[in-house]
């Protein structure tokens, strides 16, 4: 595992990965604090801004600032040693952490829960609420997709990341960014454990990464036809089980050359 994280050190996977696990720290701390998992912290602040609409402030919002703050403190340590901030990976990592930590943030929704009779709404209590990780992650996701890939500058006393594309605009801080160029996925290297995409199943009718133009990165596929088992014409028996027979059938399959 070391040397994968070694291989992959300062690549645009490792910016994803850096800044999701944060923001997976800070996203289940918030959380817990507000299910009274956790002694050391409560409920997230009432917001300062007055509702809009037909609702009050209430409920227990995730504490998200006890979340973030912890985040900060469990993902940052490594790299605020004198050792290795100057370094650049570290600077990078840091970075990234902190874009996870702004995904985190910028997530933050309003949930609300009625009260009346027969579910009247009446009124209408909500809270600061963090969405699922997954969607978080999703967030994070599309700005790996446009990750921008940087280089240590020295500008006056100062070290600075600057895009390697001096064209492009700076980028912000919620953005991801990246110092080393990422492997061929599409080889087997088995230094780091990647099989490639030969002799992979695909999708020939997807346009995503599962379709066959993707994933078998232009070298083409065939097409064969592979035998498949499914349970079929089941019967429900009084009482109580399902019984079915098992059907077979041949359909079509796409792999990778």
Known sequence: M????????????????????????????????????????????????????????GGCAHNVKHGLKFARNFADAPWRQKSVR???????????NQAGRRAVRSSLQTDCKCHGVSGSCNIKTCWKALPRLSDIGDRLKR??????????????????????????????????????????????????????????????????????????CGRGYRTFTMEKFNRCQCKYYWCCYVKCQVCRTWVNAYECN
């Open 143 to 216: 700005k790996y997709y446009i990750a921008t890939e940087v280089k240590q500058r020295q500008i006056g006393s100062k070290y600075k990341l600057m895009p390697v594309n001096g064209k492009l605009s700076m980028y912000q801080k919620n953005d991801l960014i990246f110092v080393a160029k990422s492997p061929d996925y599409c080889l087997r290297d088995d230094r780091v454990g990647s099989l490639g995409t030969h002799g992979r199943l695909c999708n020939n009718t997807s346009q995503g990464t599962d379709g066959c133009d993707s994933m078998c």
């Open 2 to 57: 070391y040397l994968l994280l070694l291989y992959f050190s300062g690549t645009r996977e490792q910016a994803y990965v850096y800044a999701l696990a944060t923001a997976a720290v800070a996203q289940r701390i918030a959380r817990v604090c507000s299910d009274g998992s956790l002694t050391t912290c409560t409920c997230g602040a009432i917001p300062h801004e007055p509702p809009h609409g037909d609702f009050k402030w």
């Open 86 to 96: 100057k370094n650049v990976e570290a600077a990078v990592n840091r970075h990234n």
